[in-house]
């Protein structure tokens, strides 16, 4: 498959300390027409100096009624919209990306006319103690073994919320300004829906590192937690609901025929 053009989008919130590190492990994988767009969401740190230094697209953004990652993707989004490009890769400000990750999820989108998501783990820092070496364990469990038990069975991978990459058609119509905590998961919910389900490249891969005090990480985790449970009681039921409509629609189908 030929290469597409690409736009790398980076939301950014006070993420001076991580951000250059990021944009070199993506802006060595873009070709001259590639565009690498941070969006320095509601910053008061030196995020947006530090990405236009390190050679990124910087747009800022300040609303604080609206706060929140979808916000930031739709600015970036309808930032990219001036010049569209044929695929779309989301990165968060604290992820290094692998080699050649960019290149084979963009390839992979192209071709499948599908979101991608790459292969995201997450790292324990130097020292780490147990605590975060069994949550290392059991993040490889839930972002390589499970969607990779998925795709054998046939079934749609779960956006992980960094490393996706959508062609500009589906991304541009997207409903991403929104505050939920786990928009990834809305979004997944929504393409698959529209028939389109996200697909599984473990082949590409993005990684961080887990916070190193114990209260960032019970904060990370409490923060998953309720968002995971707020998209269930939000989209379940109505989800449940389509399901058993799909089921009395495909009886009476068969019943007729």
């Known amino acids: ?11 950014a919130h006070n993420e001076q300390v991580l951000i250059q590190s990021t944009i070199t492990s993506v802006l060595s994988q873009l070709n001259q027409d590639d565009r690498l767009i941070v969006v320095a969401d509601n910053c008061t740190d030196a995020t947006a100096s530090i990405a236009r230094a390190a050679g990124a697209e910087v747009v800022e953004r300040f ?5 929140g990652k979808g916000y930031a993707l739709d600015f970036g989004v309808r930032h990219c919209a001036q010049n569209p490009p044929e695929v779309v890769i989301i990165v968060d400000a604290d992820c290094q990306v692998g080699a050649k990750s960019i290149y084979r999820l963009a390839v992979a ?7 991608v998501q790459a292969l995201y783990l997450m790292k324990s820092p130097s020292g780490a103690g147990l605590k975060t070496r069994i ?3 059991a993040w490889l469990v839930k972002n390589l073994v499970r969607p990779s038990g998925y795709a054998v069975l046939g079934l749609p991978c779960q956006l992980m919320g960094t490393g996706m990459a959508f ?3 589906d991304i541009s119509s997207a409903n991403l300004a929104s505050g939920h ?5 809305k979004l997944g919910i929504d393409f698959c829906r529209a028939g389109r389900p996200p697909l599984f490249l473990p082949q590409a891969s993005v990684t961080s590192i887990f916070p190193t005090s114990a209260e960032g990480l019970t904060g990370q985790r409490t923060r998953w937690e309720h968002g995971h449970l707020g998209v269930m009681l939000s989209e379940a039921p109505g989800l449940f609901a389509e399901y058993i409509c799909k089921k009395i629609l495909a009886f009476w189908l068969w019943r007729l025929i």
Do not use: G
Not at 1 to 11: D, E, G, K, N
Not at 63 to 67: A, G, K, P, S, Y
Not at 109 to 115: A, D, G, T, Y
């Open 1 to 11: 498959m030929r290469r597409p053009s690409i736009a790398v989008i980076i939301p």
């Open 63 to 67: 609303n604080q009624q609206e706060r």
């Open 109 to 115: 989108c192209l071709e499948f006319s599908r979101p």
């Open 135 to 137: 949550a290392e364990f």
């Open 167 to 169: 062609l500009w058609k």
């Open 181 to 185: 905590i786990v928009e990834d998961l």
